[in-house]
DNA sequence: CCAATACAGGGGGCT
DNA sequence: CCTGTATTGG
């Protein structure tokens, strides 16, 4: 323990060795804040609490997952299983199961995802006869959840008169019945939206204190990270549960507060020290990661922002090249640029593909780069955007899987009742509709009813409607005795999905069907993985909850090395050694609908602040002087962010318009002053040493394990100690099967799985990521 | 009453 | 460009 506290600095010490009370570290980009939390959570266990007392709340799921990896690696992995660690979102979404009776959910309730909250809204503003122009079912919903993370229920909103006042200003009266009437429809069909997994938290801490109690008595210390993004309803979470024991510490970065567009409260981390009795606070400001250049010249933007907490973030780094400035005439060509830069830094330097990041602000921005990048031969990956559990496909195949957990899910039931084709229209389903409001019943319930209830249904409708039913039905009865995986490929098959996906024989069909085939795939993981962790059969209920909350990021899903691409939004917590910044452009970056206040502007600010932060070594400012928007070519200025830089940290490569492609994009020699060592070359071209890398700074391997974090060529300390040391032939030890050989691996980083002979029980797969395993021979 | 095709309108970041 | 709605044909 103490070799691991010796390696931080003095600010980061002090955080982790402060056991109790309230405290706020306040930690500039790339700080090693994640190490601080990391030791905090080890130091507190060697301490002797136990691990079940501790909660620590993280942004994304794969931040909690990689966190946990290190803390096992430090206190080992069997004191570390008992952490509570994961989004507000998840771990909330566990703690509701298990209490869901007392707010008269069942515990098997639906997580309604944006999507299914849309389609929602858009059918009560139908079914009310409303005009959609006015009453936009997008604007209603984010008034509705912006409603719900203030905590102001239906009942509040119909107590407020300024609230009504205000939406009958903007011509929307009805708002409330809306409200009322969404609400409503969720209830009936047992499902929760992603703002009701906190609202209904709060509303069960406030009114059962016994379960307050409980739970204030379990989470005797509380972690919680990125707590400029929390919102008013997570702020009042991790209030009621600290307030007994006052063990709270909250990490964040006021500069980094991107999300006030969907209700976080910058607030919440600017007013902790009146919040809490004798906080002490905490700055780490020297950051490990960027070059000098770049944390100063992210300080000159910064210093536009009025508000902000008062901070400096400096660095021991070297110098390090200048931000790179790049104007091209088209998106197109930007893509090229983008490109053809990549492939030559590749040569130049050996570096590879994981190296390089392509951040944007909207993602309809990655096509142009995408298009670039295949002609070029550089492989990549998309991040967000549509995620795989939202692309049509892949929905059908899951809203028959909610069907078959919870029958009452309205979104999943109209989604599907006629797809494939069955005959079940939308008049049949508007009389469904009816019928299920009048006897307050969910459809599916009607539809079970159907032969008691006159609905004026010709017989024909009626016996589809009776099939449908039996179907689902006999779905339930294989989800009681097979697993996840067999359950879904048998839906699949019997709905007729794969028979109408197998049609259409084009590029873009085929591909559904290979979704399909990685969703089964993932189910198949996952159900192994389940089987480890519990020694239950993989429980196709919590596959569908895993699913509704994973980010695009938690899916690990290979260790190619690949270009990333995607929004600054999620690049958040992440670093690169190169980093593009690509449509610099007015109206864009800033977003032409955030010019119209201070705050929103000073919001994108923050956001490329974070966009530039993300760089270790390399920042590429690019901007088009026209674009493809919305089908047409719109001329565009480059943003103010660019000027708002101090000339001095850039370097301005306007080259002629005319042969720039033909030429290197930067002189050989820009990279004289990069310690080769910091971005880790598979094969040194340098025999330079690690200058400034002193015994204190993070591996530079971070980085690379961000993307990667179980890549098979970690260095000493790596994250996951079975992944590299394992082979064939060794004799393992395994907390449940006991004593076994290992026969055979198979797969890469996260998805690599041993085949074990063990001594009692067989062969068993284990995926690595999950199975407890000592080698022992 | 449903399915297939033609056409118009709207498009931000995410759990 | 993609989705949602109007139209027309079965």
Redesign the pocket.
Known sequence: MQQYISQLNEAQREPVLQKEGPMIIIAGAGSGKTRVLTLRIAYLMHQGVDAFNILSLT???KAAREMKNRIADIVGASEAKNLWMG????IFAKILRSEADKLGYPSNFTIY??QD???AI?GII?EMQLD??IY?P??IL?RI?SFKNSLITVKAYFNDPDLQEADAMAKRPRMGEIYQAYVDRCFKSGAM???D??LKTNELLTRFPEVLARYQNRFRYILVDEYQDTNHSQYLIVRALSDKFQNICVVGDDAQS?????GANINNILNFQKDYQGVQTYRLEQNYRSTRNIVEAANTVMDHNKTKLDKVVWTANDFGPKIKVHRSLTDAEEGRFVASTIFEQKMQHQLNNGHFAILY????QS?AMEDALRKRDIPYRI?????FYQR?EIKDVLCYLRLVINPKDEEALVRVI?YP???????????LTVAANHYKRSIFEIMQNIDRIDL???SG?KQ?LQDFVTMIQSFQVINENQDAFYLTDHVSKKTGLVQELKKDATPEGMAKIQNIEELLNGIKDFTEGQKEVDGARGSLSEFLEDVA??????KDTSDEDRVAL?????AKGLEFPHVFVVGMEEDLF??A??MSTRS?LE??RR?FYVALTRAEHQAYLTYAQSR?????LTDSEPSRFIEEIDGQYLEYLTPAETNYRFKPMVDKDIFGDVDKSKLRLSKPVSSTPPKYITDNQPKPEAAIRKLKPVSSQASSGATNLFDNQLTAGNIVMHERFGRGQVINLEGAGADKKAEIKFEVGGIKKLLLRFAKLEVIG
């Open positions: 942004f994304t799921n989004t507000f979102h998840s995802d944006s909250s849309l389609r858009s139908k959609k122009d936009k997008k604007q984010g959840s939206d992603f703002d997994l906190l991107i999300y006030a567009f969907r602000r909207t993602n309809a096509r991040y967000g955007g549509l995620s049509k006629n084709a069955r005959g079940i229209g939308d008049t049949t389903i508007e009389k004026k249904l010709n409708t589809k909350l994973a980010t695009d990021l938690d995607m929004t600054i939004h999620l800033p977003s609908m955030s929103e919001e994108e956001l493809y928007r919305w089908g047409k």
